[in-house]
């Protein structure tokens, strides 16, 4: 497809994309917007997995929502709907998102760092987090958004086309574009690329287990450590994402955690030493976390940004626990990115922004006391 066949909507797209914060945009070059949406062929072509009848209608089983519809019922994410007596998902090959992103975005340190990630989303969310940067796509459904037609194997083919090492599932929520992300993964990984997902970790066990099969990487968003909290903030409960980072531990998924810190909803200190006193309990230490800096959006603009001082705190909370590699982020120019040998304190990965300036690693050992550091380097 020559340039000059999408100039128009290459304009439409980047409006639709700024809220997003996306990196590297990049077009995929066979792909079309998709057509008129309210289209039953083009909204119903595939039915939902992990679906389930019951005297009061059918059940997805996906996520701890556990909704359950009655025929021409829309789903709590706005991804699925019954029709014709089954479940099917509205989000399947009409992504409305399409980037290259640098790997450290996601964010992923310690999982092939400098690399790039194709990343792909649909409209949906199973949470309503009331700070929320990507609400706009998250807070509705794939008929209202402006869409690509981007079947599984040409995101696989696009990921190839933009030399893109991972295949990032992102954005929105992929749980809730779960069958276009299984089976975009399953060619994925026949293709040698690798599957990476930033997700909230609300998923029920069986589907989760059945993803891991075929992703290498994910990055959960732990957003409290108060389920009163988790509540109000996200309309979602804790407990299901607590037992996510078990299951993801437990297959052998690489793992990286973030925790926003929201003034005046997630920045008292006894809860986060709780959190981190938890994660280090039950063998997380290991595992990189994020803290990340909290900016005013979506129902949360009259709060300030997280002040700086909150973040270093939360930081030597985290050392004190035990947790060997921690990050704070969404802070230009003060950020504590550096990955550091935890046994002679080196400065092993030196990072600005999303660039690697230095990688001191060498077979994935620090290049002085010659210590593993976890993670995927290649």
């Not at 090959?93 to 310690?110: F, R, T």
């Not at 995101?155 to 190839?160: F, G, L, P, W």
């Amino acid at each position: 497809m020559k340039r000059d066949d999408y100039n128009i909507n290459k304009r439409e797209f980047l409006k639709k994309c700024v809220a997003l914060s996306a990196g590297m945009m990049c077009l995929p070059d066979l792909s079309v917007f998709s057509g008129n949406t309210s289209d039953l062929q083009g909204i119903y072509k595939k039915i939902a997995m992990f679906q389930e009848e019951t005297p009061r209608g059918i059940m997805c089983r996906i996520c701890p929502n556990e909704c359950v519809l009655k025929e021409g019922e829309l789903s709590k994410c706005n991804n699925r709907r019954v029709y014709k007596s089954k479940l099917y998902t509205l989000a399947y090959g009409n992504p409305c998102s399409a980037n290259v992103d640098p790997i450290e975005k996601k964010p992923l340190y310690h999982f092939l760092p400098g690399s790039r990630a194709y990343s792909i989303a649909t409209a949906g969310c199973n949470l309503v987090c009331l700070n929320c940067q990507n609400w706009a796509i998250s807070q509705t459904s794939p008929d209202k958004t402006r869409n690509f037609d981007l079947m599984p194997g040409k995101v696989v083919e696009e990921c190839i086309n933009k030399n893109c090492s991972s295949i990032a599932y992102t954005y929105s929520e992929p749980v809730t574009f779960y069958e276009y992300a299984f089976e975009t993964a399953t060619l994925a990984r026949r293709a040698g690329i690798r599957n990476i997902i930033k997700s909230n970790g609300y998923i029920n066990e069986e589907p989760l287990r059945k993803l891991c099969s075929v992703i290498d990487a994910a990055n959960i968003d732990l957003k409290s450590f108060n389920e009163s909290t988790y509540l109000k903030l996200t309309g979602g409960k804790l407990q299901p994402v607590l037992n996510t980072l078990k299951v993801l531990k437990e297959e052998g998924i690489w793992l990286e955690i973030t925790n926003l810190i929201v003034p005046n909803w997630t920045d008292k200190t006894d809860e986060i030493r709780k959190m981190c006193r938890w994660l280090s309990d039950n063998g997380f230490n290991n595992v990189p976390i994020h803290f990340s800096r909290f900016y005013p959006t979506h129902k949360l603009e009259q709060l300030p940004p997280t002040p700086v001082d909150m973040l270093n705190r939360t930081t030597q909370i985290a050392s004190e626990e035990g947790l060997l590699y921690v990050y704070t982020g969404n802070v230009p120019g003060n950020e504590k990115s550096d990955t550091k040998c935890p046994s002679c304190n080196s400065n092993l990965i030196v990072r600005q922004g999303y660039r690697i300036a230095a990688n001191n690693l060498i077979s994935g050992k620090c290049n002085k006391c010659g210590k593993t550091i976890e993670g995927v380097w290649s």
